[in-house]
């Protein structure tokens, strides 16, 4: 087996080249999806801006205050976390899809079926194994946090075992990074192999992740400061100021070119990123398969 962090940290660049038109295709989808999003939550969104804005200089807010801010974040959430882990599903398949089965590239290598719901499914588990063990690590760290306001000599004991409980996380995330392109690849939900393939790499692989997560944020930036002139001669979300239960057509109408040039910008840089992020860890599960690649 031979895998190099490098070469594959490298893929999303390779990839974009080799694919311009699917990754358009995953700008396109995210503009779908936030604009959707938006249809379901962006009245919620502006009551939200409208409320926070009331409340700006008066000190500590009362609970009485804070309820219908609250209400409004419950009802975006509740929108935007099962249409949020589907779309993931759809487009953490698509870039896996692109690397491992390259001639597969039909409609821009998006589906909606059996590859998807498999990856679904595995997320879902990782995601429940991550949810399990950052809640018992915490509440754990949070009991002792409660004895050292008792015993302060405690307080050191809560700092090695957060820091302790942070190393975890990150080696359980690295652990389990190959399961999506492992789902994909071998078509069936792939969680306790692609966990054991990573041991031998975790350190390449760990590399590999930090350094396709530094690319990702600085595409980000350099974005961000292009799209910057254009966000400021439309303005920003403070457009949606006193727009509180206002419809989204009514939002549409107050702030569209502000929303059209957020959707746009948002999408291609949330396409460039998760390309970036993503396909590593399909050419990373290639080459620790032995398997050749394109």
């Known amino acids: 087996m031979t895998f190099s962090a490098t070469d594959c940290a490298f893929e999303g660049f390779r990839l974009t080249r080799r694919a311009p038109l699917a990754v358009l295709a995953w700008a396109l989808a995210y503009a779908v999806f936030f604009g959707l999003l938006f249809l379901l939550v962006g009245p919620h969104f502006a009551t939200v801006m409208s409320l926070i804005s009331q409340l700006e200089g008066q000190g500590e807010p009362s ?34 899809r692109s690397v491992i089965r390259p001639e597969d590239g039909q409609f ?24 399990v063990v950052s809640v018992v690590g915490f509440g754990v760290v949070s009991m002792i946090a409660a004895a050292a306001v008792a015993a302060p000599a405690l307080w050191l004991a809560v700092v090695l075992l957060s820091l302790a409980l942070l190393a975890l996380m990150v080696w359980l995330s690295v652990r389990l990074s190959l399961v999506t392109p492992a789902t994909v690849a071998e078509r069936r939900i792939v969680v306790k192999e692609a966990f054991a393939m990573t041991r031998p790499v975790f350190w390449p692989l760990l590399g590999m992740a930090v350094i396709a997560w530094i690319m990702a944020m600085l ?8 799209a910057a002139p254009l966000t400021l001669m439309v303005g920003g979300a403070e457009r949606l100021v006193g727009l509180e239960g206002a419809g989204a057509a009514q939002l549409l109408q107050a702030a569209g070119p502000m929303l059209a040039v957020s959707l746009v910008v948002n999408a291609v840089l949330s396409a460039a990123q998760i390309v970036i992020m993503y396909a590593p860890l399909s050419a990373a599960y290639q080459q620790i398969k032995g398997a050749t690649r394109v």
């Open 108 to 131: 821009g290598y998006l589906r909606l079926g059996m590859d998807e719901a498999r990856v679904l499914g595995a997320s879902l588990i990782v995601a429940l194994i991550m949810f």
């Open 63 to 96: 609970m009485e205050a804070m309820t219908p801010i609250m209400q409004a974040y419950g009802a975006i959430i509740a929108w935007a976390m099962p249409l949020g882990v589907l779309f993931s599903a759809v487009i953490s398949t698509g870039i896996a």
């Open 219 to 226: 595409v980000g930036l350099l974005g961000s400061a292009v």
